[in-house]
Each structure stands twice: as structure tokens, then as C-alpha cells.
């Protein structure tokens, strides 16, 4: 059974940076497809971004592209989620999931809070 945990959240002022990270169960971490998304307050959940299993190729919503960064540790079975230049309006619940394609979550993690104030 995978599991997946997500650390990292907290409070964060407007214009600055937080690094989730999300620590998996498993011996298979490294042929995983990983992703990240996000669910505000009141609002559907959003894919953020995906990586593929060798964390050579990842790819972005439009909503963070260039502000924020996945990467993996495979040997580590962690996948990161590097966030800068962070808005209010990045203000969620974090989550991490395995992925079927690019961005079909099957595996889920327990979240983690990320509050950026203005």
C-alpha cells in the first residue's frame, strides 16, 4: 500500500518561499509519475504541476508556472514542490499524489496548509 505525506506548510508572507515536501511508502517510488495540487477554501481542487518517475521532465499549471518548482529525490522517495514569489491567492491545502498520465491523481497524501497573507 502507498502512502504519501506532505510537510512543509505554514504561514508565509506575500513574496516569499516555502518547500513541500512529501515523503513516500513503497519500493516503486522511482517508476511513479508524482504530482502536486492545491484546494483553496471553497474551491474545486487544482492540479499545480507533475513530474515523470526519472524527475527529468516536469510540468506546470499556467497559475505557477515560473514561480514554482517540482523536483524528486528518488532515492530519498520524495518528491519536492519548490514555491516562490508566493501570492495570497496561493493560499490552500497542498496535496501530493501519484499520477496516471499527467495529471490524474490516484494516490493521494493527507495535505498540508500553505497561508501566504498580503
Known amino acids: 500500500q502507498v502512502q504519501l505525506v506532505e510537510s512543509g506548510g505554514g504561514l508565509v508572507q506575500a513574496g516569499g518561499s516555502l518547500r513541500l515536501s512529501c515523503a513516500a511508502s513503497?519500493?516503486?517510488?522511482?517508476?511513479?509519475?508524482m504530482g502536486w495540487f492545491r484546494q483553496a477554501t471553497g474551491k474545486e481542487r487544482e492540479f499545480v504541476g507533475g513530474?515523470?518517475?526519472?524527475?527529468?521532465?516536469?510540468w506546470y499549471a499556467d497559475s505557477v508556472k515560473g514561480r514554482f518548482t517540482i523536483s524528486r529525490d528518488n532515492a530519498a522517495s520524495t518528491v519536492y514542490l519548490q514555491m516562490n514569489s508566493l501570492k495570497p491567492e496561493d493560499t490552500a491545502v497542498y496535496y501530493c499524489?501519484?499520477?496516471?498520465?499527467?495529471?490524474?491523481?490516484?494516490?493521494w497524501g493527507q495535505g498540508t496548509l500553505v497561508t501566504v497573507s498580503s
Open positions: 513530474i515523470n518517475s526519472s524527475g527529468i521532465v516536469a
Open positions: 499524489a501519484t499520477l496516471l498520465g499527467t495529471n490524474n491523481p490516484v494516490v
Open positions: 513503497g519500493r516503486t517510488f522511482s517508476t511513479w509519475r
